[in-house]
């Protein structure tokens, strides 16, 4: 395999940062971008070079691809990775926090993208690589606003990908199921502190007492099945355009393409 470019966002930590640590190992020069370097310092032993990036700063964004191509004259591969979940009930979650949800998890991988397409179209080759969710594909029950950007980031990646291929550039979704990560309970908290007080308070603590259980669990899947799908995907010399995988997310994504909506409704809504 030729050594790549690569520029993984969200590299602070969990996946970002397992993901750009293996392909820094397969001998790709990989910059990994977060906005707080210092926890990337770890990752320098890996050859992997950290970069300062708030993906919801366009002057950011501009200076982290002009400081790649600067010191390499290309960038091959983008991992579209930083993103986060906030759960709450529509009506309790505060705009401002909607808004912040979808500047992270769209409009900053939008920016960024965007920023990257001139060199790759330039190159005649790349790969766009967008961290989804099966959360883009169906809904849990008290995730509305998160679901409504992974459904998002789905729609921007079918769109994107149509109008790229004549130039060679490869779109690709990476569509998680159930991970064993601190991303649940984070969630779950988000949930019980949005609904404090509200109509909606007793059915979000039992939700949030659920999520709390499952991720607790041993049923939820190791992040290193992210890891070696997004390895996968920059890897192949013809990727899926999506790559679902993890506990729950076949099935779940096969039911609710069959199932009457009030059936599927049903499942979630007691799921937890």
Known sequence: MSSKVILVTGASSGMGFETAKTLARQGNKVYGAARRVEKMAALKEYGVTPLKLDITDEASNKAAIAEIIAKEGRIDVLVNNAGYGSYGAIEDVDLAEAKRQFDVNLFGLAALTKNVLPYMRAQHSGKIINVSSMGGRLVSFMGGWYHATKYAVEAFSDALRMEVKQFGIDVILIEPGGIKTDWGHIAADHLAASA?????????????????????????????????????????????????????????????????????????MHAS
């Open 196 to 268: 404090k007080g509200g109509a909606y308070e007793k059915t979000a603590l039992k939700v949030a007492e659920g999520m709390h259980k499952q991720y607790n669990g041993n049923m939820m899947s190791n992040p290193q099945v992210v890891v070696k799908a997004t390895v996968k995907a920059v890897n192949a010399r013809r990727p899926k355009p999506r790559y679902l995988i993890g506990f729950g997310a076949k099935p779940l994504v096969f039911a609710h393409a069959i199932l009457p909506t009030r059936v599927f409704d049903f499942i979630m």
